[in-house]
């Protein structure tokens, strides 16, 4: 099946305009990463530590009723969530001055003195410890930086060195643009986001792969061709594969997004947003970065045999 049929689009002459774009972005997901490693961009518990308690109520509560209480009882750094399903209220609190296990107590009794006619039950209640953030957010960068690595090795051993540098930049920058993005919106970072991180690179590598497949087979049957015509060719030819991929894998990740409910919005959003990312770097990024290393070098491009063969 194809969706998109005899594409001629010049998308290696678009490098420069692409490159900016990327820049861009990027600079801001490394803003967003040393806002991350300060604690200062909107961490959740996993990796500052604090307590998370989600209750659900009789009859609705304010999110103003509910903050002006938490202040009450020394706890106005509150973050509150209101969950619309089922008149739940999730309460989140970072690092006090108050011992970690007296938090969800403090929460627990100051509603049911404020509001005795309003039954509530604590559907979750999670405790982490300052020690515990602090060995989750330093165990994520070596499990990213180690995918990384995995990586370009998988890459540069497969196709080329100058392949595995395209494959790690345009991953990077899939990382960086998710940080950008949930940074300036202010989302939370926390583990689902992690998981959602490493799920789209390993998606984007994959549609890299496709193309960097493609470039090699169109290498061997055109050897005269030039390299940045053999790039293109090579990207539209697996242009229709490559929208019907993300087009169907966005639709799962937007179902989640809409219809999955609030525990998983933001992890929901992520994906949807990964998808889009994953998909122009694989098309933009990837393949563009070899085609500028190979014209600086100015010699013909050259690529591994294939470790699979073929009948």
């Known amino acids: 099946m194809q969706f998109i049929k005899n594409t001629r689009i010049d998308f290696i002459g678009m490098r420069k305009v692409t490159f900016v774009i990327s820049a861009i972005i990027a600079i801001v997901g490394l803003i967003g990463i040393v806002q991350i490693s300060r604690n200062a961009a909107n961490m959740g518990i996993d990796f500052s530590g604090g ?34 399903e089922g008149n739940r209220l999730l309460i989140k609190i970072g690092k006090t001055s108050m011992a970690t296990g007296n938090v969800a107590e403090v929460i627990n009794e100051a509603f049911k003195k404020e509001f005795p006619g309003n039954v509530f039950v604590v559907e979750s209640s999670t ?5 515990i953030g602090d060995k989750l957010k330093k165990d994520t960068l070596v499990a ?38 949930f940074y300036v ?20 590598l ?19 061709q ?7 060719t090579s990207i539209n ?45 694989s098309i933009f990024i990837a393949s563009p970065i070899v085609a500028e290393l ?13 470790p699979v063969e073929t009948p």
């Open 185 to 204: 919106m202010n989302k939370e970072i926390n583990l689902l986001f992690v998981t959602a991180v490493l799920t789209i690179a390993g998606y984007s």
């Open 237 to 281: 030819e697996v242009l229709s594969r490559t929208v019907i991929t993300s087009l169907t894998t966005f639709l799962a990740a937007i179902s989640l997004y809409l219809f999955g409910g609030e525990v998983i919005h933001d992890f929901a959003l992520a994906l949807v947003a990964g998808v889009v990312i994953a998909t122009y770097s």
């Open 51 to 84: 307590t998370s308690v989600q209750l659900k109520f009789s009859q609705p509560v304010s999110l103003e009723t509910a903050r002006t209480l938490l202040a009450r009882n020394s706890l106005k750094e509150a973050q509150l969530q209101e969950i619309k």
């Open 206 to 224: 994959t549609d890299t792969v496709v193309v960097f497949d493609r470039i090699r087979e169109n290498l061997n049957k055109n050897l005269d």
């Open 294 to 306: 190979e014209s600086r070098r100015g010699g013909p491009v050259r690529l591994k045999e294939s």
């Open 144 to 181: 990213v930086g180690l995918s990384m690595v995995g990586i370009i090795i998988y890459i540069a051993w497969r196709f080329d060195f100058k392949f595995g540098v395209g494959a790690i930049v345009a991953t990077l920058h899939d990382v960086l643009a998710m940080v950008a993005l």
């Open 226 to 232: 030039s390299m940045e015509r053999l790039f293109n």
């Open 127 to 131: 405790e982490i410890g300052p020690s």
